[in-house]
């Protein structure tokens, strides 16, 4: 009889392998690849001053709300109406900014149109979240319903209130509204006074050319941020984690599952009221079509980002590459002349089908092939 | 005598029309296995789940170091000090070790945050302590063979202050070797001698190996109890078979 044991049939990996073994490993090099051939297609467009503010805006969006989608996806569900949920918390924003606060509360200032909306759209998301839990329904069909629903009622709110299913020119907020500021200014403008300063970022009369990123870049950097920590610091964490693998045995060691499920139904409300308020703010404009199809988006970024399609597992960083890789790609059109703009969705497609048989791959090697 | 530390008295347990349980006796002491057997649809799922705070008795009283107790749910089971290892061992496989073994009962330090270096001393120290040394507690359990789950979640279940260790079919998915590991981590267990195991199986070579006392359910009712010494090998395998006489069932098998 040998004296080996169960423990010595496991070889110790080296450090590079635990690294590609990582949910963000398949991600990070479909990046970089995507970084470089975008950089030399556009001849460095995508990356002068403005091209990169333009490209960090739009990944910003996807990240924002690709987190709050995979963060519920680890969790063992789908939210199919964050797209919705972004033309409905825009429209309430835009509608109360031009047509007052609802019930003859009065004058709206980009404040109380701000949390009122954030007020409605986390109890739509806490009411998703307790159907879902409470019926035991499948989130797909359910969050398919309210996709449905909020963009009928969006569009319905739109046509009898104002009459038409969009609003422009509303007045610029931005100076006299701090909240209108942090939403939709801009930040991080010492990177392009360093660039300035250095020699770049100048316009063809000589001047500064672009002030600074888009707000939203900062607003995804926090949710970004406090997602990672949250999922991989703390006890919630790990009950997002023990939900999506096996919420049964969870529920057996005392993991308050419908509480976790219902608390990331609210955040990808939160995360899709954020993506409207930016661009309510930003560009002080509304449309009920805002947001179309952003639903499927967040969720083919967050499967590219290593998330598991049947939960328990993914990264937010994983999420953070998948959304530059979205975006960039999104944008390309506008840096490079010759490319048709729907190659965006052909290579949508094909990288999402890549990702989940590497996904599949990554989940057979942890579970030991099962 | 010594008293039983858990001691269920005339427990009844009826899903609508249908009678699991029909007035179940049963006491456990500390330092023994309690080796609870019968066919499948006995009601031994409904008792343990019962025990567990999963289900609430009709009728009938439990009594915890002889105070009558009432659980509303598993919570108050397992603060009661009843550890329950599921069949499926409630693990989560993409988890690692140390993940799993403090699954809902985490260690906080401020913001909610892990104290994952002491959570890994602790998970790794305690699976050393019932017999397997764990090198990696970042493992994912999915890695860990079926014997090393139930070390786990045994492990786990005796951390947290299980006081009456319930194991249900703790063997029955295991090949041989493995099933003896789970045996010898029984018998480490009942050793410390604080510690009330209940074992159902269906195997009675297990039960014989290990266990100080019997139950046999069949329909929901106790056919038969005793000690180890008290009841002979025959008997043991009739009551396993519901009591039907093993003669019988050879007959009827040769018949055919």
Same mark, same amino acid.
């Given at each position: 009889?040998?004296?080996?044991?169960?423990?010595?049939?496991?070889?110790?990996?080296? &450090?590079?392998?635990?690294?590609?073994?990582?949910?963000?490993?398949?991600?990070?090099?479909?990046?970089?690849?995507?970084?470089? +051939?975008?950089?030399? +297609?556009?001849?460095?467009?995508?990356?002068?001053?403005?091209?990169?503010?333009?490209?960090?805006?739009?990944?910003?969006?996807?990240?924002?709300?690709?987190?709050? +989608?995979?963060?519920?996806?680890?969790?063992?569900?789908?939210?199919?109406?964050?797209?919705?949920?972004?033309?409905?918390?825009?429209?309430?924003?835009?509608?109360?900014?031009?047509?007052?606060?609802?019930?003859?509360?009065?004058?709206?200032?980009?404040?109380?149109?701000?949390?009122?909306?954030?007020?409605?759209?986390?109890?739509?998301?806490?009411?998703?979240?307790?159907?879902?839990?409470?019926?035991?329904?499948?989130?797909?069909?359910? &969050?398919? +319903?309210?996709?449905?629903?909020?963009?009928?009622?969006?569009?319905?709110?739109?046509?009898?209130?104002?009459?038409?299913?969009?609003?422009?020119?509303?007045?610029?907020?931005?100076?006299?509204?701090?909240?209108?500021?942090?939403?939709?200014?801009?930040?991080?403008?010492?990177?392009?006074?360093?660039?300035?300063?250095?020699?770049?970022?100048?316009?063809?009369?000589?001047?500064?050319?672009?002030?600074?990123?888009?707000?939203?870049?900062?607003?995804?950097?926090?949710?970004?941020?406090?997602?990672?920590?949250?999922?991989?610091?703390?006890?919630?964490?790990?009950?997002?984690?023990?939900?999506?693998?096996?919420?049964?045995?969870?529920?057996?060691?005392?993991?308050?599952?419908?509480?976790?499920?219902?608390?990331?139904?609210?955040?990808?409300?939160?995360?899709?009221?954020?993506?409207?308020?930016?661009?309510?703010?930003?560009?002080?404009?509304?449309?009920?079509?805002?947001?179309?199809?952003?639903?499927?988006?967040?969720?083919?970024?967050?499967?590219?980002?290593?998330?598991?399609?049947?939960?328990?597992?993914?990264?937010?960083?994983?999420?953070?590459?998948?959304?530059? &890789?979205?975006?960039?790609?999104?944008?390309?059109?506008?840096?490079?002349?010759?490319?048709?703009?729907?190659?965006?969705?052909?290579?949508?497609?094909?990288?999402?089908?890549?990702?989940?048989?590497?996904?599949?791959?990554?989940?057979?090697?942890?579970?030991?092939?099962? | 005598?010594?008293?039983? @530390?858990?001691?269920?008295?005339?427990?009844?347990?009826?899903?609508?029309?249908?009678?699991?349980?029909?007035?179940?006796?049963?006491?456990?002491?500390?330092?023994?296995?309690?080796?609870?057997?019968?066919?499948?649809?006995?009601?031994?799922?409904?008792?343990? =789940?019962?025990?567990?705070?999963?289900?609430?008795?009709?009728?009938?009283?439990?009594?915890?170091?002889?105070?009558?107790?009432?659980?509303?749910?598993?919570?108050?089971?397992?603060?009661?000090?009843?550890?329950?290892?599921?069949?499926?061992?409630?693990?989560?496989?993409?988890?690692? $070790?140390?993940?799993?073994?403090?699954?809902?009962?985490?260690?906080?330090?401020?913001?909610?945050?892990?104290?994952?270096?002491?959570?890994?001393?602790?998970?790794?120290?305690?699976?050393? =302590?019932?017999?397997?040394?764990?090198?990696?507690?970042?493992?994912? $359990?999915?890695?860990?063979?079926?014997?090393?789950?139930?070390?786990?979640?045994?492990?786990?279940?005796?951390?947290?202050?299980?006081?009456?260790?319930?194991?249900?079919?703790?063997?029955?998915?295991?090949?041989?070797?493995?099933?003896?590991?789970?045996?010898?981590?029984?018998?480490?267990?009942?050793?410390?001698?604080?510690?009330?195991?209940?074992?159902?199986?269906?195997?009675?070579?297990?039960?014989?190996?290990?266990?100080?006392? @019997?139950?046999?359910?069949?329909?929901?009712?106790?056919?038969?109890?005793?000690?180890?010494?008290?009841?002979?090998?025959?008997?043991?395998?009739?009551?396993?078979?519901?009591?039907?006489?093993?003669?019988?069932?050879?007959?009827?098998?040769?018949?055919?």
């Amino acid at each position: 009889m040998s004296d080996r044991s169960e423990a010595d049939r496991l070889t110790q990996e080296t &450090t590079f392998m635990r690294l590609v073994r990582r949910p963000e490993a398949g991600a990070f090099i479909v990046m970089l690849v995507v970084v470089t +051939a975008i950089t030399f +297609a556009s001849d460095f467009k995508a990356f002068n001053a403005l091209g990169l503010k333009n490209n960090i805006a739009i990944i910003s969006q996807f990240g924002i709300i690709a987190t709050g +989608a995979a963060m519920l996806m680890i969790a063992g569900e789908f939210d199919l109406s964050i797209g919705s949920m972004i033309g409905f918390a825009g429209m309430s924003m835009a509608m109360m900014l031009k047509w007052g606060l609802p019930f003859g509360l009065g004058e709206a200032t980009p404040l109380t149109a701000f949390v009122l909306t954030m007020c409605m759209t986390l109890f739509i998301g806490w009411m998703i979240g307790t159907i879902v839990v409470r019926s035991g329904l499948s989130s797909f069909i359910v &969050t398919l +319903a309210f996709l449905f629903f909020l963009r009928g009622l969006t569009e319905v709110c739109f046509r009898l209130i104002n009459q038409s299913t969009q609003i422009s020119g509303l007045p610029d907020f931005k100076e006299e509204s701090w909240v209108a500021w942090i939403l939709g200014g801009e930040v991080f403008g010492w990177v392009y006074d360093l660039w300035f300063q250095l020699g770049g970022n100048i316009n063809r009369r000589g001047e500064q050319w672009v002030d600074g990123f888009d707000a939203r870049f900062l607003w995804w950097i926090v949710v970004a941020f406090c997602a990672w920590f949250v999922l991989s610091r703390t006890q919630i964490g790990n009950w997002i984690y023990a939900t999506g693998d096996n919420k049964d045995s969870a529920r057996a060691n005392g993991v308050p599952v419908n509480k976790v499920k219902i608390g990331l139904f609210m955040f990808t409300a939160f995360c899709a009221t954020m993506f409207a308020a930016c661009q309510v703010y930003d560009t002080n404009t509304a449309d009920a079509a805002k947001g179309n199809l952003m639903e499927l988006n967040a969720i083919a970024i967050a499967v590219v980002g290593g998330t598991l399609m049947t939960g328990g597992f993914g990264s937010v960083i994983g999420v953070a590459f998948g959304a530059v &890789t979205f975006g960039l790609v999104a944008n390309a059109v506008f840096y490079i002349p010759w490319l048709d703009g729907s190659f965006y969705r052909v290579f949508v497609g094909l990288v999402l089908l890549a990702a989940v048989f590497a996904n599949e791959r990554i989940r057979k090697r942890i579970t030991g092939g099962i | 005598m010594t008293e039983p @530390y858990l001691r269920v008295e005339n427990l009844v347990k009826k899903f609508g029309p249908f009678m699991a349980l029909n007035g179940v006796n049963l006491e456990v002491y500390p330092g023994e296995v309690h080796a609870l057997l019968g066919d499948n649809g006995a009601g031994k799922s409904t008792l343990i =789940k019962t025990l567990a705070g999963v289900h609430q008795p009709t009728s009938g009283q439990l009594y915890i170091e002889g105070k009558p107790v009432n659980f509303r749910s598993p919570r108050d089971a397992s603060d009661a000090g009843i550890g329950t290892v599921y069949q499926d061992l409630a693990v989560n496989q993409l988890m690692s $070790v140390t993940r799993n073994f403090f699954m809902g009962r985490e260690l906080k330090g401020p913001l909610g945050t892990l104290r994952m270096a002491e959570m890994d001393k602790i998970a790794h120290d305690e699976m050393l =302590k019932i017999g397997i040394d764990f090198s990696d507690p970042t493992q994912a $359990v999915g890695t860990m063979s079926g014997g090393q789950r139930q070390t786990l979640a045994i492990a786990r279940a005796i951390y947290f202050g299980a006081k009456v260790l319930i194991l249900d079919e703790p063997t029955s998915a295991l090949g041989q070797k493995q099933q003896m590991e789970v045996l010898k981590t029984i018998k480490r267990v009942r050793k410390r001698g604080d510690i009330a195991i209940i074992f159902i199986t269906h195997n009675e070579i297990h039960s014989q190996l290990v266990a100080d006392r @019997y139950t046999f359910l069949a329909l929901g009712q106790v056919i038969g109890a005793g000690k180890a010494g008290e009841l002979s090998h025959d008997e043991i395998r009739r009551l396993m078979a519901g009591g039907a006489e093993m003669k019988d069932l050879e007959g009827e098998l040769a018949a055919i």
